[in-house]
């Protein structure tokens, strides 16, 4: 039971790994965004587009 | 052309084995990259030979959406065609046929960024833009992927149209209408797509046969094949110098493309005439460059006011 608990967990921590940078990935594509948006209504409000 | 029994549509192939965690690379790898910079690419050479100006980041904005409707359009694409792609060597390495991703996971995600880049396009440049954009995706996804590829041998006849929009988008993003140049941009994308996925098609016929994709090669057979090759290169050549002949660019493009257009169909006769795979291949190489060089020549054109009527950004 030990055995197959220790064989599992590397596979399980690298489940977590991706997860991980997914969610980072997603912070990033989220704050990107919202700064674009923000500049976005800055270049509509000046009249440039 | 002579056109014989078309090969059924099957989605018989097995579902990839329980897909484990997939990684951001794979979701990038959903989007085609290689795909989206010469898509990118056309849209900024529509963008920048348009009469008029945008500000500069609405234009970034502009060519991120039509980057992003690419990719989505190449992730909707991936999870329709994942039993084709598991049989083709070239495509099964594929995050869904690799079984690295579930298949809803890429419909999901392609269908966000289609939502998204339209919304986007939409409300941070103009409506006909995103219309443009809609219908480019909507063209590739149901016209071409789920329609056409799997029925037809005109399927990139057809359904190249999806890829000769960009230019157009990025032409009407600037000036809220489609005008004559975008129309000729948008014939030159649509004209070389036969030939350039027909070299390919010629070296991969045994792929394409293997996962019944009804490509011309396949269907037809090489002969054909290669003289459809060089019927569409001699139809391209005068499309390609329009520009320079209709008076919408100046010799900056209109001297490199029409060496461009005589290499390609000097191309295109070899093939013709040798019937080779090497000739093949190096045509199918020869047009991804002929592509982005014609399109460099439209930047340069209107960047330096090569003389033509287009305009600067």
Request: some cysteine; proline content about 6%; glycine content about 10%.
């Amino acid at each position: 039971m030990a055995a197959e608990g220790n064989a599992r967990r590397p596979a399980r921590s690298e489940v977590h790994r991706r997860q991980r940078e997914k969610n980072i990935a997603l912070l990033v594509v989220l704050a990107t965004l919202a700064a674009l948006f923000y500049v976005i209504t800055i270049v509509k409000m000046g009249g440039a587009g | 052309m002579s056109q014989t029994a078309i090969p059924i549509r099957t989605r018989t192939a097995p579902e990839p084995a329980a897909a484990v965690d997939s990684s951001v690379a794979d979701f990038v790898e959903l989007l085609k990259p290689r795909v989206m910079s010469l898509v990118v690419f056309t849209g900024l050479a529509g963008l920048i030979a348009a009469p008029g100006s945008l500000h500069p980041v609405l234009a970034a904005v502009a060519l991120l959406c039509i980057a992003v409707g690419a990719g989505a359009s190449g992730a909707i694409n991936m999870w329709y065609d994942r039993d084709i792609d598991a049989r083709m060597a070239r495509t099964r390495n594929r995050p869904i046929p690799a079984g690295r991703m579930e298949p809803g996971a890429a419909l999901g995600f392609g269908v966000m960024l289609a939502v998204g880049s339209v919304a986007m396009m939409g409300l941070a440049v103009n409506w006909l833009a995103s219309a443009l954009l809609a219908l480019t995706i909507g063209f590739y996804v149901f016209v071409y992927t789920v329609w056409l590829k799997r029925r037809t041998p005109q399927n990139i006849v057809i359904g190249g149209a999806a890829g000769a929009f960009p230019p157009m988008i990025g032409w009407a993003a600037v000036t809220g209408e489609v005008g004559p140049m975008a129309a000729v941009l948008f014939a030159i994308i649509f004209l070389w797509t036969p030939p350039h996925f027909w070299a390919l098609s010629l070296y991969k016929a045994d792929e394409y046969a293997k996962a019944r994709v009804p490509m011309l090669p396949v269907v037809a057979g090489k002969a054909e094949t290669r003289r459809q090759i060089l019927l569409y290169a001699l139809v391209l050549m005068p499309v390609t110098v329009a520009p320079w002949a209709l008076g919408y660019a100046g010799p900056v493009y209109g001297a490199p493309a029409a060496v461009l257009a005589l290499l390609f169909v000097i191309g295109a006769v070899r093939v013709w005439r040798e019937g080779s795979e090497a000739a093949a291949r190096m045509l199918f190489a020869f047009s991804i460059f002929h592509l982005f060089a014609l399109f460099a020549a439209v930047i340069a054109d209107a960047l330096l006011g090569g003389g033509g009527r287009g305009g600067a950004w």
